[in-house]
């Protein structure tokens, strides 16, 4: 089983859509959690952390449920800028730079 | 202004080479990781570049095919050793700019293509 699961997409959405993506990861040890954008042919950046609480950057709102092992990020009013490749990104415990990623969600928005 | 550059950008190379990709940062950084994107497959972790060290990689990745450098804590180089087209793929040189988080920033990476 792989180590982070996302929603394959791609979503393709009309500008001002709320599109919600979703991941798993099977490692219950995993510590923090992110998401990262990659726009086409681009490095990944990181987009926002991810908290037990939840937490909320403007239109983006990520999500974690530590008992079902399971990421989400929430888009509201999508822009046409928003058009990326979503990754979700687990690190588990404590060493440093030992990411997972997923594949990747591929969102579309369309004007 | 790009906080980490690599070199080159993209590269054609013929079966049985070897391409060394170059990695600065414009500060010092304790750690370097290098990672890989193959076509349509999630970033994966090659090895961590550590300064004064060997590197230490991560499973399914060797020393003898990626051998890497570390001689100062601005710089690192990966080399792909007898490349094949299975090493076709994005390689991306990455750091924590802020301490002591795991949140990493990338180069821009190089996209090897191999014939």
């Known amino acids: 089983r792989k180590e982070v699961e996302q929603d394959p997409g791609p979503f393709n959405v009309p500008e001002g859509a709320t599109v919600a993506f979703n991941c798993t990861y099977s490692?219950?040890?995993?510590?923090?959690f992110f998401w990262y954008r990659q726009d086409c042919r681009k490095e990944p950046k990181l987009l926002m952390s991810?908290?037990?609480s939840g937490n909320e950057d403007g239109r983006f709102t990520a999500q974690l449920n530590r008992a079902s092992q399971y990421i989400s990020l929430l888009i509201r009013d999508s822009k046409l800028s928003d058009s990326a490749t979503y990754l979700c990104?687990?690190?588990?415990?404590?060493?440093?730079?030992?990411?997972?990623f997923g594949r990747g969600t591929q969102l579309t928005v369309w004007p | 202004s790009a906080v980490i550059s690599q070199k080159p950008s993209r590269d054609i190379c013929q079966r049985g080479t070897s391409l060394t990709i170059q990695c600065q940062v414009d500060?010092?950084?304790?750690?370097m990781f290098w990672y890989r994107q193959q076509p349509g497959q999630s970033l994966t972790l090659i090895a961590t570049?550590?300064?004064?060290?060997?590197?230490?990689?991560e499973s399914g990745f060797v020393i003898d095919k990626f051998p890497i450098s570390r001689p100062n804590l601005t710089f690192s180089t990966l080399t792909v050793s007898n490349m094949s087209p299975e090493d076709s793929s994005i390689y991306l040189c990455?750091?924590?700019?802020?301490?002591?988080?795991?949140?990493?920033?990338f180069g821009a990476g190089s996209r090897l293509t191999v014939l």
């Open positions: 500060s010092q950084v304790t750690m």
């Open positions: 490692n219950s040890a995993s510590q923090s």
């Open positions: 990455s750091a924590a700019l802020t301490s002591g988080a795991n949140v990493l920033t």
């Open positions: 990104v687990v690190v588990r415990g404590s060493t440093l730079g030992r990411l997972y």
């Open positions: 570049a550590n300064q004064g060290s060997e590197a230490t990689y």
């Open positions: 991810v908290y037990s």
